[in-house]
């Protein structure tokens, strides 16, 4: 069974980190891009990093300079470290990859969503 799965959030102040860390498993026979989401209450899902299979990187603009996204390809984990964390990035933050998983003889690109991890910054 392919699944993402999430560690890493928890209550901070604000000014404190958080490193968060989104581990693939399963029938993949490759990963391209990896990336996390948030969705605050009553808010929609919005992208916060992506990190193309080379490197590449794209953040969202509220997070430049205090997030930094990386990827261990020798893991299948993709990793989101938090920096200067504020009051307004209280959420929960959800991983993303597009995985190719082989079932029986095929091989397919799905996307898949971890379960999400509650980030909650006290001011």
């Known amino acids: 069974q392919v699944q993402l799965v999430e560690s890493g959030g928890g209550l901070v102040q604000a000014g404190g980190s958080l490193r968060l860390s989104c581990a693939a498993s399963?029938?993949?026979?490759?990963?391209?891009?990896m990336g996390w989401y948030r969705q605050a209450p009553g808010k929609q899902r919005e992208l916060v990093a992506t990190?193309?299979?080379?490197?590449?990187?794209n953040y969202a603009d509220s997070v430049k300079g205090r997030f930094t996204i990386s990827r261990d390809n020798a893991k299948n984990t993709v990793y989101l470290q938090m920096n200067s964390l504020k009051p307004e990035d209280t959420a929960v933050y959800y991983c993303?990859?597009?995985?190719?998983?082989?079932?029986?003889?095929?091989?397919?690109?799905?996307?898949?969503w971890g379960q999400g991890t509650q980030v909650t910054v006290s001011s």
């Open positions: 990190i193309a299979s080379g490197g590449s990187t």
């Open positions: 399963g029938s993949i026979f490759s990963i391209n891009a």
């Open positions: 993303n990859a597009d995985l190719a998983i082989v079932v029986v003889t095929t091989t397919s690109w799905v996307e898949y």
